[in-house]
């Protein structure tokens, strides 16, 4: 399995930017779709956007759609998500999923018991 490590969160005020990062150790992304999914204190874990391995096909939750962008980039072996227009809604910790597949370039998936993979986290905080 690949190890993953979210980086790039913190205190942002509503209407402001972060771009999180998520690297993979221990190997490669190769063949790997990857999401990022958050988690507030008292609800349950979301989805919040994800990408294929071709960097094809990327998929968002309603919520976060014309705000946040994910990309990939295959030789550094990160995913970035970049959010705009941060809302206090939107304060969780964020965290990067990986999921191998092998066959199609372009699968993505927004279930997270499609991944097998996760990291540790990173905290992102919105001030109203």
């Known amino acids: 399995q690949v190890q993953l490590v979210e980086s790039g969160g913190g205190l942002v005020q509503a209407g402001g930017s972060l771009r999180l990062s998520c690297a993979a150790s221990?190997?490669?992304?190769?063949?790997?779709?990857v999401g990022w999914f958050r988690q507030a204190p008292g609800k349950e874990r979301e989805f919040v956007a994800a990408?294929?391995?071709?960097?094809?096909?990327?998929n968002y939750a309603d919520s976060v759609k014309g705000r946040f962008t994910i990309t990939r980039d295959n030789v550094k072996n990160t995913v970035d998500l970049e959010m705009n227009s941060l809302k206090p809604e939107d304060a969780a910790v964020y965290y990067c999923?990986?999921?191998?597949?092998?066959?199609?370039?372009?699968?993505?998936?927004?279930?997270?018991?499609?991944?097998?993979?996760w990291g540790q986290g990173t905290q992102v905080t919105v001030s109203s």
């Open positions: 999923a990986a999921r191998f597949h092998l066959g199609n370039i372009n699968y993505v998936s927004t279930r997270a018991g499609a991944y097998d993979s």
């Open positions: 221990g190997r490669t992304f190769s063949n790997y779709a």
């Open positions: 990408i294929s391995w071709s960097g094809l096909v990327a």
